[in-house]
């Protein structure tokens, strides 16, 4: 049995050219169409900014399982991308992950370790193109 450990609640009017608003008020957000001469973010940057969060959560909970230290420098680069073909509209990404100091394989080992974990991964796990690049 699953337990709801939190709910994120958002309102949303105008689509890509609109306003978001959660509904504890901390977000509170102008949205515009990516490319476009709109003051507000998208979509796709959204998505970008909490995949990367989640994944650096991930990776410490992996870590930490592990007894491995990781560099308080560390970094996630998220990129994703809007695509489009015959089929319509999609989504692609890449996660560069840099983890200053640590062996190639130890980094390794957390990096796929975090993406079996983490929970943006698993949304997109079979359903979009993902790379997980160590920088």
Not at 2 to 23: F, I, P
Not at 36 to 49: D, R
Request: glycine share 12%.
């Amino acid at each position: 049995m699953s337990k709801v450990l939190y709910t994120g609640k958002t309102h949303t009017t105008g689509g890509r050219e609109g306003a978001a608003r959660s509904s504890d008020g901390r977000l509170d957000i102008q949205l515009s169409s990516p490319g476009s001469t709109g003051q507000g973010t998208n979509p796709e940057q959204l998505f970008a900014a909490g995949w990367s969060a989640c994944f650096i959560g991930a990776m410490g909970l992996v870590a930490g399982k592990s007894k491995v230290t990781l560099p308080a420098d560390l970094s996630v680069d998220a990129e994703v991308d809007l695509k489009n073909d015959d089929s319509g509209f999609f989504l692609a990404a890449r996660l560069n992950v840099s983890l200053p100091g640590l062996d190639a394989a130890t980094a390794r080992a957390i990096v796929d370790g975090a993406h079996q974990a983490c929970p943006y991964s698993k949304l997109t796990r079979n359903n979009i193109d993902v790379e997980i690049n160590l920088i």
